[in-house]
């Protein structure tokens, strides 16, 4: 029910910065929850950052202060802006939306097709 684009990868020196950019195909206040994963070489994919429809955030503790999660109602569209980055922060990030539905609530998950951050020194 929910088509995701993503933009904004690329190159980056360590201690620069980045604007990821998702747009989703409706209301980004119809989607319960809204985040961006990422995903490194050899390791699993893991929550950065996310944003409810309320507009509560929560980010993992290896951004938190360097990342901001926010979004644009008029565009549908959620932003994660990237600060301070290292190459820790490696990997292809991808967009993620949640809707909760049903009356056993049930969870159906929509996925970006991902892009690419490289943090070299």
């Known amino acids: 029910q929910v088509q995701l684009v993503e933009s904004g990868g690329g190159l980056v020196q360590a201690g620069g910065s980045l604007r990821l950019s998702c747009a989703a195909s409706r209301s980004v206040l119809s989607i319960d929850r809204m985040g961006w994963y990422r995903q490194a070489p050899g390791n699993k994919r893991e929550l950065v950052a996310a944003?409810?429809?309320?507009?509560?955030?929560n980010y993992a503790d290896s951004v938190k202060g360097r990342f901001t999660i926010s979004r644009d109602n008029a565009k549908n569209t959620v932003y994660l802006q990237m600060n301070s980055l290292n190459p820790e922060d490696t990997a292809v990030y991808y967009c993620n939306a949640a809707v909760i539905t049903g009356f056993f609530r049930d969870e159906y998950s929509y996925w970006g097709q991902g892009t690419q951050v490289t943090v070299f020194s």
């Open positions: 944003i409810t429809s309320g507009g509560n955030t």
